[in-house]
């Protein structure tokens, strides 16, 4: 039976303190934070996971959402993921935060689930889950059957040859439209992550996921002011209608000026190996009209890099008409 030890920091600076101590970065390493537990627990039990020791961070003073000098907010890492998308602030100003946070798991999932929690839950691939296949991301150097195998629900952005696992978070596609940033507590002071920057593409090393270093310690987050009138939509699609990871998903938040796209941000989930930010839907759209044949030119922009698998080709045309049919929505909201 596995075994570990459990401890209870006082602050932040303890916690950081003790998670330097593992051997290496935070996914896989031996010494965890734990905060809900509904990813962490779940692959322990599996597992998948097997930490010496976990720190448990929910007695820090991290759970406050408020409003920021510059008119953004500041989301802090043990926020629920029901309170963040029930608060009056998100549901008003950030409307695609909280439409992709109700989208995700089950309501019970979501009173637990916190906000840096979410950012670092891992893919559901079935053999990452499974400790009777290899897997390059749980073991390095051991493969990726998934290449040759069930593929159906993986990714078809952003994959190498060594693994083509999907990032499955929801709440992160909606904070790559917004820009967030996420900030971080480290053994060597404090530092601001773009999410743009924060997750690594798999090449060949799938088992680093981001750019935590040990002892990082995910503080909260923060979302920049909205330009006014902006018009937000989370849509995602997927084989039943709750408690299932998107096929493909997209968010938008769109600016448009006298019928033209003047700003536009657009992040696509289920298809990518990490939340999809799309500069090239952006681009197709900005200064043009707002109507459905542009939308569609978005959406293959979009879509120009993907490389199918075996079973999952039907993502690539799911997720352009996901994307269009978000814009339409938002445009006509
Ligand atoms: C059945 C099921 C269905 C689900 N469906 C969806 C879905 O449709 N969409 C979706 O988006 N998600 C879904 N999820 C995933 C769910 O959203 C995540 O499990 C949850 O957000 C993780 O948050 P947590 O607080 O429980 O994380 P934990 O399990 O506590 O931690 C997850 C990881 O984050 C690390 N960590 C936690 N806090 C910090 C911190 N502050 N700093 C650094 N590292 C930290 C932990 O060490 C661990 O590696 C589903 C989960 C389940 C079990
Ligand atoms: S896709 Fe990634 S997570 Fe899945 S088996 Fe291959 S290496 Fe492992």
């Given amino acids: 039976m596995h075994t570990f030890d459990f401890i209870r920091p006082a602050d932040a600076a303890a916690a950081v303190a003790a998670a330097a101590q593992a051997k290496t970065a935070q996914q896989g390493a031996d010494v965890r934070f734990v905060a809900g537990g509904t990813t962490l627990v779940d692959l322990m039990k599996l597992n998948v996971e097997t930490p010496a020791r976990l720190i448990d961070i929910n007695r820090l003073p991290l759970d406050k959402v408020e409003a920021t000098p510059d008119g953004g907010l500041k989301i802090g890492a043990t926020v629920r993921n029901s309170d963040l998308a029930h608060h009056p602030t998100v549901q008003r ?20 689930a916190t906000t840096a929690g979410n950012l670092l839950q891992r893919t559901r691939c079935m053999y990452f889950r ?3 296949m290899p897997c390059n991301k749980r073991e390095p150097g051991t493969g990726c059957p998934a290449i040759t195998g069930s593929n159906r629900t993986l990714a078809v952005l952003g994959t190498s040859e060594h693994c083509i696992a999907t990032n499955p978070s929801d709440m992160c596609v909606a904070m790559a439209a917004l820009e967030a940033t996420i900030h971080v507590q480290g053994p060597k002071g404090s530092r601001a992550i773009p999410i743009g920057d924060f997750y690594l593409l798999p090449g060949s090393t799938p088992n680093r996921e981001t750019v935590l270093e040990p002892g990082d310690l ?65 681009a197709a759209l900005t200064g043009k009209p707002a109507n459905a044949a542009n939308f569609r030119k978005a959406a293959e922009a979009a879509m120009r890099d993907a490389k199918p698998q075996s079973e999952n080709k039907f993502k690539i045309e799911l997720a352009r008409r996901c994307l269009a049919h978000a814009l339409q929505l938002a445009t006509t909201s």
């Fill in 93 to 112: 100003d950030y409307a695609v935060l909280s439409q992709a946070l109700l989208a995700g798991a089950s309501a019970q999932l979501r009173n637990m």
């Fill in 130 to 132: 499974d400790t009777a």
């Fill in 218 to 282: 995910v503080t909260h987050v923060t979302l920049p002011a909205l330009r006014s009138g902006s018009k937000q939509v989370y849509l995602k699609l997927r084989d039943r209608a709750s408690y299932e990871f998107a096929l493909a998903s997209a968010a938008v938040v769109i600016t448009i000026a006298g019928g033209n796209v003047t700003h536009a941000r657009i992040a696509l989930g289920g298809v990518g190996t990490k939340p999809w930010r799309s500069p090239e839907a952006e």
